[in-house]
């Protein structure tokens, strides 16, 4: 069983949305993010429109601020849309590998 995310972690959440920050430029960030099994991503938080594409098949749980735990399996290819994201609508999670491979994404977002 996983537990809650803390106030302190929520607190402490940054920006970085990815493990690698590739490029900046005309307003848009491309992230690498690569977790090896039982790697986590700390707590950040999402205020800009992105999307993310996920490379590699597997397994994570995601701890959200608002209490929710969130267990999830990727495919390959499988890409989200975050569009209607700003600092008011802005939130916070962690992700954590719990497959038995490196899970890989590629997220971009875009500065306004």
Do not use: C
């Not at 989200?80 to 999670?93: E, I, N």
């Not at 962690?94 to 490196?102: I, P, R, V």
């Amino acid at each position: 069983m996983t537990t809650p995310m803390s106030k302190a972690e929520i607190a402490m959440a940054t920006d970085r949305v990815g493990t690698h920050l590739v490029s900046e430029e005309n307003g848009v960030k491309v992230w690498h993010l690569r977790l090896a099994p039982g790697e986590t991503l700390p707590a950040h938080r999402h205020e800009r429109p992105y999307f993310w594409t996920v490379l590699t098949d597997g397994k994570a749980v995601s701890r959200q601020a608002d209490g929710r735990i969130l267990d999830v399996t990727y495919r390959a290819g499988d890409t989200r849309h975050m569009s209607d994201l700003s600092p008011d609508t802005a939130f916070v999670h962690d992700l954590t590998n719990t497959g038995e491979a490196e899970l890989v994404f590629v997220t971009v977002e875009f500065v306004r």
